[in-house]
């Protein structure tokens, strides 16, 4: 067990923040802590509508030309989370099993904290319907004092802000 500050793995007090990714049913209550995160996009479409109005414009014979406005589909990036490599499998194995077929069984809803370096919660993202697309474990050199970097893309279908 690593050792812990504040109930925290002691890798992650140095950082200004860091992200706790909790996944729907699993046995673990936290199943990975992150120290980088991209992807937080959520966008609508805008269609525009032109149409002809029955009011007449100027000297034309027809109607009046408007252009119109409105929302579309609601489009959701996905998420790429980074950290520090460490010895738990729990992400690899969820990879490595959406990968081997039945990925729509696979599926997690979850959550991810935003906590401050004093373990306070920040904000609380829950996503739905997530899958891991793209696993990448950074290239390793026993010269560099760089850490070996675990990164993992989710694709999710939908995501909200809950606090």
């Known amino acids: 067990m ?28 936290v199943d990975a802590y992150f120290t980088e995160c991209k992807g937080f996009k959520h966008t609508q479409e805008v269609i525009e509508v032109c ?24 489009k959701t990036n996905n998420i790429t989370l980074r950290r520090g490599m460490t010895k738990s499998p729990t992400i690899w194995k969820w990879f490595n099993t959406v990968q081997t077929g039945n990925w729509g069984e696979k599926r997690r809803n979850g959550s991810l904290s935003i906590y401050d370096q004093a373990g306070n919660v920040q904000a609380i993202f829950e996503f739905y319907n997530a899958w891991p697309t793209n696993y990448i474990a950074s290239d390793l050199d026993a010269n560099s004092t760089e850490l070996a970097i675990e990164e993992i893309e989710l694709a999710v279908e939908v995501f909200t802000r809950k606090q």
């Open 2 to 29: 690593p050792n812990k500050i504040n109930g925290f793995p002691e890798i992650l007090t140095n950082n200004r923040f860091y992200l706790e990714l909790s996944l729907d049913g699993s046995q673990d209550p």
């Open 51 to 74: 149409e002809v109005t029955p009011q007449r414009w100027g000297k034309a014979k027809y109607g009046q030309v408007v252009r119109t406005k409105v929302p579309g589909n609601i």
